[in-house]
């Protein structure tokens, strides 16, 4: 597998938990309420231990 091919496999897994946009657009709209730091860490919890939790399988898998 290509790097470019693991990068387009990232961004399929990452749209996929976080809908159009990914994690890039998610954090924008917690920016946008939330100003602290803490509160977009523990916003964004969830979804770094599942995007975490892909990576690992994809690596387990051989896909990475």
């Given at each position: 597998m290509t790097q470019d091919e693991r990068d387009a496999l990232l961004i399929r897994m990452d749209e996929a938990i976080n809908g159009p946009g990914g994690l890039v657009?998610?954090?924008a709209a917690i920016e946008?309420?939330?100003?602290?730091?803490?509160?977009?860490?523990?916003a964004l919890a969830p979804t770094?231990?599942?995007v975490a939790?892909?990576?690992?399988?994809?690596?387990?898998?051989?896909?990475?």
């Amino acid at each position: 597998m290509t790097q470019d091919e693991r990068d387009a496999l990232l961004i399929r897994m990452d749209e996929a938990i976080n809908g159009p946009g990914g994690l890039v657009k998610r954090v924008a709209a917690i920016e946008a309420k939330h100003r602290e730091r803490w509160v977009i860490v523990v916003a964004l919890a969830p979804t770094i231990v599942a995007v975490a939790a892909m990576v690992v399988a994809a690596r387990a898998a051989g896909m990475i």
